[in-house]
């Protein structure tokens, strides 16, 4: 069975203070994990897609790191704009269904000014 | 941009009752999905959705859920007797698959409350 467990479950920081997400996870042959952005009460937004160990992407001030455990949500000079819960998500290789995703119960980012 | 777009965006039921949640996916996606997310909790995948057939189904999914594509733009699911623990927000979401590579894009989802 598929599990995502993030790290922390919460983080402040203040504007400018750059920190990172950790997302751990264990798969049946990774297809894919992905980074979403969920505003309370909204549907999860779409931030990356990894879909191999070393592979690295960015967007404005994230950027998102896998290794073959873990991902990485590295996030510079944040503003309070980018506060939100993160999701990670895995989808699996295993199964009868090819797109499937299991989650993480998330991050909750705020950011003070 | 193309976006998934769902209705009601709330409905609230009596325990028993049929609900139906309505989806439109992005215009020239070819998977189609439903997930549930209870307040507090862990976005869970509910039924997969390909070709006029379900792909894969959870454990959450039982008999009194369905699934189904009534035209070429509507993507439903339906709770024939809703239950208290019913009570959750649901998303669809839709994907389209090129190279092996495959992102799914999730609406803004309907807020269920089972009374």
């Known amino acids: 069975e598929d599990q995502v467990t993030q790290s922390p479950e919460a983080l402040r920081l203040q504007e400018g203070e750059s920190s990172s997400l950790n997302c751990s996870y264990t798969?049946?042959?990774?297809?894919?994990l992905f980074w979403y952005r969920q505003d309370p009460g909204k549907g999860p937004e779409f931030l990356f897609t990894l879909y191999s160990a070393g592979e690295e992407k960015e967007k404005e001030r994230l950027k998102a790191t896998l290794t073959k455990k873990e991902s990485f949500l590295h996030i510079t000079a944040p503003k309070p704009e980018d506060s939100a819960t993160y999701l990670c998500?895995?989808?699996?290789?295993?199964?009868?269904?090819?797109?499937?995703?299991?989650f993480g119960q998330g991050t909750i980012l705020t950011v003070h000014p | 941009e193309p976006e998934v777009t769902q209705t009601p965006s709330h409905q609230v039921t009596q325990m028993g009752q049929e609900v139906i949640l309505r989806c439109v996916p992005i215009?020239?996606?070819?998977?189609f999905y439903w997930y549930r997310q209870i307040l507090g909790q862990k976005v869970e995948f509910l039924v997969s959705?390909?070709?006029?057939?379900?792909?894969?189904k959870s454990e959450i999914f039982d008999d009194q859920f369905s699934v189904e594509r009534p035209d070429g733009s509507n993507f439903t699911l339906k709770i024939r007797s809703t239950k208290l623990e019913d009570s959750a927000m649901y998303f669809c979401?839709?994907?389209?698959?090129?190279?092996?590579?495959?992102?799914?894009?999730f609406g803004p989802g309907t807020r269920l409350l089972v009374l």
């Open positions: 979401a839709s994907s389209e698959r090129v190279a092996g590579e495959e992102t799914q894009y």
């Open positions: 959705f390909y070709n006029n057939e379900i792909s894969e």
């Open positions: 215009s020239n996606h070819l998977y």
């Open positions: 798969v049946s042959g990774l297809r894919g």
């Open positions: 998500a895995v989808g699996g290789a295993g199964g009868t269904s090819y797109g499937k995703l299991t």
